[in-house]
């Protein structure tokens, strides 16, 4: 199982529509958890940070689920300009020092006028 | 200033050159990362500089070799890559190491190795 599996997509919405996002990890271990969007040839952007109580920033709704260890995000009313490829990102403590950044393989947005 | 830049934007290189990438933060942040991305990948952790010193390697290439001048710069630099290693490199900074903490990514050096 890879640690961080998510859809790949496409999801094609039309504007205004909600979508949601799945990812799962495999790593009970796992302390933080976080959403990036990345445009196309451009950089990771951190969209929010997952916590577990859930928390949301706008049109956006992120929740996490350790007993089940998956996490959403939830877009409301989809905007063109939300058109991107979402990362889910995990990360823990590995000992010594260290610790393990792992993304997920993202998921494509398409929002069709 | 919440920003992290990367110089060059673009860099076309022969496999005998030897180049070096360049990243800058004015955030105070004390950790420092290099990744690469190849197309329709996710992004792969390279290395780690926790407070200027360098925390973690993931088995990379000696033909890739880091360096930390001082808290706000991090520098990749390149020697006799190969045709695979081109990518886009990126680079980003945490507020402090550890696991918890949120990483912001500059802009990227997109690589070429003819």
């Known amino acids: 199982r890879k640690e961080v599996e998510q859809d790949p997509g496409p999801f094609n919405v039309p504007e205004g529509a909600t979508v949601a996002f799945n990812c799962t990890y495999s790593?009970?271990?796992?302390?933080?958890f976080f959403w990036y969007r990345q445009d196309c040839r451009k950089e990771p952007k951190l969209l929010m940070s997952?916590?577990?109580s859930g928390n949301e920033d706008g049109r956006f709704t992120a929740q996490l689920n350790r007993a089940s260890q998956y996490i959403s995000l939830l877009i409301r009313d989809s905007k063109l300009s939300d058109s991107a490829t979402y990362l889910c990102?995990?990360?823990?403590?590995?000992?010594?020092?260290?610790?393990?950044?792992?993304f997920g393989k993202g998921t494509k947005l398409s929002v069709i006028p | 200033d919440t920003e992290v830049t990367q110089t060059p934007k673009h860099l076309v290189m022969g496999m005998t050159n030897k180049k070096s990438l360049k990243c800058e933060q004015h955030m105070g942040h004390r950790a420092m990362y290099w990744y690469k991305q190849k197309a329709k990948k996710p992004p792969e952790l390279m290395f780690v500089?926790?407070?200027?010193?360098?925390?973690i390697n993931e088995s990379v290439p000696s033909r890739f070799s880091p360096e930390c001048p001082n808290s706000s710069l991090l520098n990749l630099h390149l020697h006799a890559l190969q045709p695979e290693d081109s990518a886009l490199y990126l680079c980003?900074?945490?507020?402090?190491?550890?696991?918890?903490?949120?990483?912001?990514f500059g802009p990227g050096t997109r690589l070429t190795v003819l």
């Open positions: 790593n009970s271990a796992s302390q933080s």
């Open positions: 990102v995990v990360n823990r403590d590995s000992g010594a020092g260290s610790y393990q950044l792992t």
């Open positions: 500089y926790s407070y200027e010193k360098l925390s």
């Open positions: 980003a900074s945490s507020q402090l190491p550890g696991a918890l903490n949120e990483q912001f």
């Open positions: 997952v916590y577990s």
